[in-house]
């Protein structure tokens, strides 16, 4: 049986979805006026691995990622570069696309943009005005009465005491209340505008998943995730908003991946120790980047460093060499195997991957052990399941399918195999006329270049160092 690990309750829970066999999610996604970095990486492997899972287990899933194309952050940018808003979220929202394609995600059923959904918001906004929970200021402004929801502060544990005496209450003069926050801003100079009860203006940036997830999911859905920074005030908020109006439970099930840590300091810009996705990409394969984030735990803290990536590329070369001698097709699983039973069960235990990964290590030792086809063959097939293993093993160990090769042109890299092949062809030429010491030499000459030879009954294989 399937548990997650519920913030809302603070305990695994047996999952029991709504519908039978179907899985209703929605994730909390990118704000689009910059590069994705590596916290957003964190959040669409998480989710990707979580929703392949679901599939796996034969559910019929959909899910749901937005994209906040209209924000105080997007305009400043937008602003600064003296480009249209819509020009500069394609761009950024283009880029995400292609990173997000490197890191092998399978793109959400569903991705709602805010500005499709300014209608939806004033109606949602006028509906808790209606019904008590919100009102507009002398300013034009919307404020959500946080005190008029008793369960506020529930998935954070926060009580309003504690937040009122904290650091995050917002003083404005025309709240009714310090802890109150914004759901219509009224409009400002140099700033997109749309018409409403209230004036013109723009929503808050918390109103929009409250709005985008009940149009595609219903009021009430089974699990709703986003990174561990947006518990409290945003998920805390989408709870007021959403169960004020349809006076029922928002989501089941609260799910959230941990921070990302940069040699054991929070990934912060103002520390200088921010990186994006491409920047990282720069210097290590997509693939190795994506092992790195499932080896560890979901809700655990990810601490990102060279040598952690490094570590994550041995680790992962070390599973496509039990590979390389394989040709392996792709079939159903036999869920019955002990080791694929193993997998199961880790997975099934609040999304257990570094479990799961201890599972396919014993696989490629006993590959490496007994030569087994079948052995290889499921490697391969739970690789898929959390979306790794499903290159050609010598393109892999070789380096140039990685993302820190796309600088390099396709010619200059055919180039370079065919140089390597060249030199291979003369080492088994040398050896053949036992000229050991020119065949040692190449060998030299290649691992100086860091080629590695591996000489085995088949014949001799190399791969990048």
């Keep these: 049986m399937l548990k997650i690990y519920n913030t809302l309750s603070r305990d695994?829970?047996?999952?029991?979805?709504?519908?039978?066999?179907?899985?209703?999610?929605?994730?909390?996604g990118m704000t689009v006026y910059d590069f994705c970095h590596l916290g957003h990486a964190r959040v669409m492997v998480v989710f990707d691995m979580v929703s392949r899972w679901f599939r796996t287990s034969n559910y019929e899933?959909?899910?749901v990622r937005n994209i906040t194309d209209i924000d105080d952050k997007i305009i400043k940018r937008a602003n600064e570069n003296k480009e249209s808003i819509g020009d500069l979220t394609q761009r950024f929202i283009d880029a995400m696309d292609d990173d997000s394609a490197k890191l092998g995600i399978?793109?959400?059923?569903?991705?709602?943009?805010?500005?499709?959904?300014?209608?939806g918001m004033i109606k949602m906004i006028a509906a808790l005005i209606e019904k008590g929970h919100a009102y507009a200021a002398d300013n034009g402004d919307v404020f959500y009465s946080v005190r008029s929801f008793a369960d506020y502060g529930k998935l954070s544990g926060k009580s309003l005491e504690d937040l009122r005496a904290g650091e995050r209450v917002e003083i404005d003069t025309f709240k009714k209340d310090p802890m109150d926050f914004v759901l219509w801003k009224s409009v400002k100079p140099n700033e997109p505008k749309w018409d409403s009860p209230w004036g013109a203006g723009r929503p808050g940036w918390h109103i929009e998943c409250s709005v985008m997830s009940a149009a595609h999911l219903g009021a009430h859905f089974d699990i709703h995730g986003g990174g561990q920074d947006l518990q409290f005030p945003h998920h805390e908020n989408e709870i007021a908003q959403s169960e004020a109006v349809h006076?029922?439970?928002?989501?089941?099930?609260?799910m959230h991946n941990g921070f990302v840590r940069v040699d054991d300091e929070k990934m912060s810009k103002s520390l200088g120790n921010f990186f994006t996705i491409r920047e990282v990409l720069k210097k290590y394969d997509a693939e190795v980047v994506r092992f790195f984030i499932l080896r560890a735990h979901y809700r655990s803290p990810l601490n990102y460093s060279d040598q952690h990536l490094d570590d994550a590329k041995s680790a992962l070369k070390r599973l496509y060499t039990a590979l390389r001698y394989y040709d392996v097709t792709d079939s159903e699983i036999d869920w019955t195997h002990p080791q694929a039973a193993r997998f199961k069960v880790a997975m099934d235990d609040d999304f257990n991957t570094p479990e799961a990964m201890a599972v396919l290590f014993d696989l490629a030792n006993e590959v490496n052990k007994t030569k087994s086809l079948d052995v290889a063959s499921l490697l391969k097939r739970l690789g898929k399941v959390i979306g790794l293993l499903q290159r050609e093993p010598n393109a892999f160990l070789q380096g140039f399918n990685s993302a820190a090769d796309s600088h390099t042109s396709s010619n200059s890299i055919e180039d370079y195999e065919i140089q390597v092949e060249e030199l291979l062809a003369k080492r088994i030429q040398a050896k053949k006329s036992k000229n050991f010491a020119e065949a040692d030499r190449i060998r030299k000459h290649l691992a100086d270049e860091g080629i590695i030879l591996e000489d085995t009954p088949q014949g001799t294989t190399w791969r990048r160092d």
């Design 106 to 119: 399978i793109r959400p059923d569903i991705e709602p943009r805010a500005t499709a959904y300014i209608n």
């Design 61 to 63: 899933v959909t899910y």
């Design 247 to 254: 006076s029922c439970q928002m989501a089941n099930y609260w």
């Design 12 to 28: 695994k829970q047996t999952f029991t979805p709504i519908e039978p066999n179907k899985v209703q999610m929605y994730v909390c």
